[in-house]
T-cell receptor
Framework: ETGVTQSPTHLIKTRGQQVTLRCSSQSGHNTVSWYQQALGQGPQFIFQYYREEENGRGNFPPRFSGLQFPNYSSELNVNALELDDSALYLC?????????????FGQGTRLTVV | KQEVTQIPAALSVPEGENLVLNCSFTDSAIYNLQWFRQDPGKGLTSLLLIQSSQREQTSGRLNASLDKSSGRSTLYIAASQPGDSATYLCAVWQGNMLTFGGGTRLMVKP
C-alpha cells in the first residue's frame, strides 16, 4: 500500500467529452507526476507538478492540463477526448521536485473513450 | 532522447528458478534507476531504487545492479515463485521525469 490513491478506478467517456481524474498524494510528498500507459506499453510522462506549479511536461498536447492543490492532491484534465486517449492513467508522488527521489504510484484510472 | 529497452519482453520459467531481467538505456546521464512490478490492470509497485552513485541494491529475493557507463541494469530474482508472476518495468530518472522500458512479462509456473 503506497498511500497514493486515485479516483475513479474506471471511467467510460464519449469522444469529444472532457474528463477529470483525481489523485491524492502520499503524506508529506510535495511532487505529483502523471503518466499515461497504453495497453502493452510502458508509461509515458505527461507532466509534473511541484508546489502547485507545473514543473515539466512530456510530449502531450495542451488539451491535457493539470492542477495541484495546497494539500498536494492533484487533478488531470483532458479536453476534447479522442479514441487514442483510452489508457491507464497513473499518478505518482515523490518528494522534492527534481531531486529524483523514489516515486510511488497509485492504482491508476482506466479510461475508455468510445 | 532517452530510450529504455527491456529484454526479454516475455519470460516463462518453472518455479524455483533463478532469473535475470535486463534493462538498457541510451543516455548514461541519469540520476537514479527504479524497478517496478505491475500486476494486470493495476498500478506500479516500487521494488528497488538504485541511486546513480550505487552499483546495486537488494531487497529480499531481489537484487538489482546498475552500470551507468554501459547503460545497463539487471534485476535478479532468486528462487522464483508463482506469486512473482507480473510485468516488471525499469525506469530511469532524468531531469524530473521517469522514462520507462516496455516491461518484461514474467510467468512462473508451479
Amino acid at each position: 500500500e503506497t498511500g497514493v490513491t486515485q479516483s475513479p478506478t474506471h471511467l467510460i467517456k464519449t469522444r469529444g467529452q472532457q474528463v477529470t481524474l483525481r489523485c491524492s498524494s502520499q503524506s508529506g510528498h510535495n511532487t505529483v507526476s502523471w503518466y499515461q500507459q497504453a495497453l502493452g506499453q510502458g508509461p509515458q510522462f505527461i507532466f509534473q507538478y511541484y508546489r502547485e506549479e507545473e514543473n515539466g511536461r512530456g510530449n502531450f498536447p495542451p488539451r491535457f492540463s493539470g492542477l495541484q492543490f495546497p494539500n498536494y492532491s492533484s487533478e488531470l484534465n483532458v479536453n476534447a477526448l479522442e479514441l487514442d486517449d483510452s489508457a491507464l492513467y497513473l499518478c505518482a508522488s515523490s518528494l522534492g521536485g527534481s531531486s529524483q527521489t523514489e516515486a510511488f504510484f497509485g492504482q491508476g484510472t482506466r479510461l475508455t473513450v468510445v | 532522447k532517452q530510450e529504455v529497452t527491456q529484454i526479454p519482453a516475455a519470460l516463462s520459467v518453472p518455479e524455483g528458478e533463478n532469473l535475470v531481467l535486463n534493462c538498457s538505456f541510451t543516455d548514461s546521464a541519469i540520476y537514479n534507476l527504479q524497478w517496478f512490478r505491475q500486476d494486470p490492470g493495476k498500478g506500479l509497485t516500487s521494488l528497488l531504487l538504485i541511486q546513480s552513485s550505487q552499483r546495486e541494491q537488494t531487497s529480499g529475493r531481489l537484487n538489482a545492479s546498475l552500470d551507468k557507463s554501459s547503460g545497463r541494469s539487471t534485476l535478479y530474482i532468486a528462487a522464483s515463485q508463482p506469486g512473482d508472476s507480473a510485468t516488471y518495468l525499469c525506469a530511469v530518472w532524468q531531469g524530473n521525469m521517469l522514462t520507462f522500458g516496455g516491461g518484461t512479462r514474467l510467468m512462473v509456473k508451479p
